[in-house]
T-cell receptor
């Protein structure tokens, strides 16, 4: 089954404690991206990757890092989380038609 | 210039009625306009999409109407059903920017039985 898998799905952490949200896709897509969803703001792109070892900033990259060492994986790293990073996070990969396939989301709370 | 503005923020429709969600964009170079549907606890999924060379696209009960001169496009859901209750996002993209999608703010649709 074609899918994008994110982990963890739910996480509560404290300010400053580094965390990583993993993302893996099994569709051999070159393009992957991370979004955050906040009420009234829609989906905003954090980082994207056009291929292995090629990453670039989206619209709201501050406080986040990513890496793309393998085609299937695109982890999101919060080096020092802050309360304003409390959000619902989505990883997505894109097929050649332009359609994005999203994971089921990771709800993060930073206390 | 890169914004996509979506309205209304929330919408309540009776079963069998028509749901209409509107989006407006600023950048006339956008050339791909998809709508995504998101159920609670799930990620968004592509519902229907249109390119600016046509004014309307219909797939079952879902229709996109596109007005290039007004820089607006809308989603119409005919014969709305309780199972259509979800959050809907419009989006727009530029192929020469690697297809980066700019999303609207989202509309929470509730269809009452």
């Amino acid at each position: 089954e074609a899918q994008v898998t994110q982990n963890p799905r739910y996480l509560i952490t404290v300010t400053g404690k580094k965390l990583t949200v993993t993302c893996s896709q099994n569709m051999n897509h070159e393009y992957m991206s991370w979004y955050r969803q906040d009420p009234g703001l829609g989906l905003r792109q954090i980082y994207y990757s056009m291929n292995v070892e090629v990453t670039d900033k989206g619209d709201v990259p501050e406080g986040y890092k990513v890496s793309r060492k393998e085609k299937r994986n695109f982890p999101l790293i919060l080096e020092s989380p802050s309360p304003n990073q409390t959000s619902l996070y989505f990883c997505a990969s894109r097929q050649d038609t332009g359609e994005l396939f999203f994971g089921e989301g990771s709800r993060l709370t930073v206390l | 210039q890169q914004q996509v503005k979506q309205s209304p923020q929330s919408l309540i429709v009776q079963k069998g009625g028509i749901s209409i969600i509107n989006c407006a964009y600023e950048n006339t170079a956008f050339d791909y306009f998809p709508w995504y549907q998101q159920f609670p606890g799930k990620g968004p999924a592509l519902l229907i999409a249109i390119r600016p060379d046509v004014s309307e696209k219909k797939e079952g009960r879902f229709t996109i109407s596109f007005n290039k001169s007004a820089k607006q496009f809308s989603l119409h859901i005919m014969d709305s059903q309780p199972g259509d209750s979800a959050t809907y996002f419009c989006a727009a993209s530029l192929d020469n920017q690697g297809g980066k999608l700019i999303f609207g703010q989202g509309t929470e649709l509730s269809v009452k039985p």
